[in-house]
């Protein structure tokens, strides 16, 4: 027998998993980008609200470049183009601290220290 709030719990569970499955693959990868950096440099909702919209965005504009260029070649330039631009958007989010420590994780990450 379900209680009220037991319906009401499996009603909100279900509509998570609705709600979750909607997401496209470029929502989920801007979502877990926002939630690793949210939780390693200890940013607020907002900061995370922040970051996710950028990572939105710049997917936006790679998949305007891949419309555009066709060419592997161009493709590449115009996809790194838009890739060196994340780091400048995220620095008036993260501030300078939060910046510099957000670089270091980074360039650990990417040389596997």
């Known amino acids: 027998m379900f209680t009220k709030i037991n319906y009401f719990f499996f009603l909100f569970l279900l509509l998570c998993c609705s709600v979750h499955a909607q997401q496209t693959p ?33 997917h936006k504009w790679k998949m305007v470049a891949r419309q555009q260029h066709g060419s592997p ?5 115009y996809l790194q183009h838009v890739e060196n631009m994340r780091d400048s958007l995220y620095l008036p989010v993260l501030g300078e601290d939060k910046f510099l420590l957000y670089r270091t994780k980074k360039t650990n990450l990417v040389n596997n220290n």
């Open 26 to 58: 470029a929502e989920l990868i801007a979502r877990k980008i926002a939630d690793k950096m949210t939780d390693s440099l200890l940013l607020s909702s907002s900061q995370h609200d922040t970051l996710y919209a950028i990572n939105m965005q710049l």
């Open 73 to 77: 070649d161009s493709l590449q330039y």
